[in-house]
């Protein structure tokens, strides 16, 4: 399958795997990128020694693209901005904000930017600083979220930019990815499908959650707080969502209450305090396989979908 995405990016498959804290590692980046995709690592919260031992072990394992994801939020954004200049990495993805003041620099420096947008204005804006590419993500997806769904922003974006668009948000089989091309998508981000990688590297708890997931297992919170959060329903989840609507409660003590919680899941399985992010799809995760795996049977539907789609014009 050869669209705008994979000529860019000079990928098999036009699939990116989305850049989430705490799971975006290096082994898992290399398993999606050695698929064909491209893999992501995330650089989180964390500092640029971090970022720097992943990319360095990322490299160790694939000789195919990768990217980065950098969350525009982080205490830490400007030394990691650097970092993936020296360090000479081919696509940043970002998210949590807007990346002009970087683009500056990672655009002139040969790195493809394909930044995460909630919305056509952010994406004009994306574009207009040289974007190679844009995500449209919808509020389906799991981790941080805008207002749109999928449905209603990708087709939205592709019409305001010229660059193209990955859509994300929802999509774990080849149903998904031949949607986002019939609305005009050239590919597709996904996160919750690959939380159930062989090589992903979060704990088995977090897994687990997700291959029980139903339809309706996922709640947001974090509204009050101007960055809604959307993950699978737990004891902390809950406690979240009612501290938000006690007026008693002030911001910072809900600030404070959430903290750190998605580590707590990623890597210590915390079931009762930790947040399992995770998009609305996550019950459409069946079971645990590796990544190159969940990529070939993703795009096989999809393939067969698309052959099959003349039987609705007869």
């Not at 009612?242 to 707590?264: C, F, P, Q, V, W």
Request: a negative charge; proline letters at 4%; aromatic letters at 4%.
């Amino acid at each position: 399958m050869k669209t705008r995405i994979t000529e860019a990016f000079g990928i098999e498959y036009p699939i990116f795997q989305g850049g989430m804290a705490w799971v975006s590692e290096a082994k898992l980046a290399a398993a999606v990128s050695n698929a064909g995709g491209l893999g992501i690592i995330s650089a989180m919260n964390l500092d640029a020694d971090y970022l720097r031992g992943q990319i360095r072990a990322c490299r160790e394992a694939t000789d195919k693209p990768f990217g980065v994801n950098i969350m525009l939020m982080s205490p830490h954004v400007e030394e990691v901005a650097q970092l993936v200049m020296d360090e000479h990495v081919p696509v940043v993805t970002t998210g949590a904000g807007l990346p002009e003041k970087y683009m500056k620099q990672w655009v002139p420096a040969g790195i493809k930017v394909a930044p995460v947008v909630p919305s056509t204005a952010i994406a004009k804006r994306v574009a207009r600083a040289g974007a190679t590419a844009v995500i449209a993500e919808g509020c389906e997806s799991g981790g941080h979220i805008g207002e749109l769904t999928t449905m209603a922003l990708v087709p939205q974006v592709v019409d305001a930019v010229d660059i193209p668009v990955l859509a994300a948000g929802g999509i774990a089989d080849g149903r998904g990815i031949a949607a986002s091309l019939m609305l005009g998508a050239e590919g597709v981000q996904c996160g919750t499908r690959f939380l159930c990688a062989n090589e992903c590297q979060i704990h088995e708890n977090y897994k687990k959650k997700v291959l029980a997931a139903r339809d309706i297992d996922t709640q947001v919170t974090g509204r009050r707080l101007g960055h809604p959060v959307r993950g699978l329903k737990n004891p902390m989840m809950r406690a979240m969502h009612d501290m938000e609507y006690d007026s008693s409660k002030t911001n910072e003590e809900i600030e404070r209450y959430g903290a750190g919680a998605l580590r707590r899941a990623a890597i210590e399985g915390d079931l009762e305090t930790g947040t399992f992010m995770a998009g609305q799809i996550a019950a459409l995760v069946k079971k645990e396989q590796p990544a190159a795996e969940i990529i070939r049977e993703m795009f096989a539907e999809a393939e067969k979908l698309l052959a099959e789609a003349p039987k609705w014009l007869a």
